[in-house]
Antibody, heavy 117, light 108 residues
Framework: QLQLQESGSGLVKPSQTLSLTCAVS??????????WSWIRQPLGKGLEWIGY???????HYNPSLKSRVTISVDKSKNEFSLNLTSVTAADAAVYYC?????????WGQGTLVTVSS | SYVLTQPPSVSVAPGQTARITCESD??????VHWYQQRPGLAPVVVVY???DRPSGIPERFSGSHSGNTATLTISRVEAGDEADYYC???????????FGGGTKVTVL
């Protein structure tokens, strides 16, 4: 059974870098056929797609975040990661990772990231 | 950029039908997916590829679309259907995942 689990820094200072990792179990990222995505949700607000990566390493990012986002994949560990630089209070949110065909068919449970000094 | 517009809220009495719309230019040409999100939980897809249901999703959930509007219909609404619902498409032109703003369904 496919499972995704986010981990990483839950508290980030303004102007610093947010780093999260999504561990995938029950499916090999190397198998292809899907992209692996990060999505976030500010508390009380809607979903915002951040970007995704294919097993090849090709990435696509939300244009509104593109200058600050890097998504990478480590196929040996079967995980993928998110780096978001120069964070501000607007980046505080629950961050989800997910597997995407044309829709997100599996989600992690989400991890809350707070931005505060 | 491609924008999906949903009503912020829909209220419905138990046993009645809730219809949640998702509007955008030519959405009828795209595959539309719908998610249910209960408080504190991750979203779950309830309809994908316009009208297909994953296993375990009741038949009471159905999807349709035509022209500029996609619709998620929840028949015989139950208290447990109270949640936020999001539509989503993949925009091939920009290679992006696009979410609607979400609709809060309240069961009266």
């Amino acid at each position: 059974q496919l499972q995704l689990q986010e981990s990483g820094s839950g508290l980030v200072k303004p102007s610093q870098t947010l780093s999260l990792t999504c561990a995938v179990s029950g499916y090999s990222i190397s198998s292809g056929g899907y992209s692996w995505s990060w999505i976030r949700q500010p508390l009380g607000k809607g979903l915002e797609w951040i970007g995704y990566i294919y097993q090849s390493g090709n990435t696509h990012y939300n244009p509104s975040l593109k200058s600050r986002v890097t998504i990478s994949v480590d196929k040996s560990k079967n995980e993928f990661s998110l780096n978001l630089t120069s964070v501000t209070a607007a980046d505080a949110a629950v961050y989800y990772c997910g597997r995407v065909g044309t829709y997100v068919d599996s989600w992690g449970q989400g991890t809350l990231v707070t931005v505060s000094s | 950029s491609y924008v999906l517009t949903q009503p912020p809220s829909v209220s419905v009495a138990p046993g009645q039908t809730a219809r949640i719309t998702c509007e955008s230019d030519n959405i009828g040409r795209k595959s539309v997916h719908w998610y249910q999100q209960r408080p504190g939980l991750a979203p779950v897809v309830v309809v994908y590829d316009d009208s297909d249901r994953p296993s375990g999703i009741p038949e009471r959930f159905s999807g349709s679309h035509s022209g500029n509007t996609a619709t998620l219909t929840i028949s015989r609404v139950e208290a447990g259907d109270e949640a936020d619902y999001y539509c989503q498409v993949w925009d091939a032109r920009s290679d992006q995942v696009i979410f609607g703003g979400g609709t809060k369904v309240t069961v009266l």
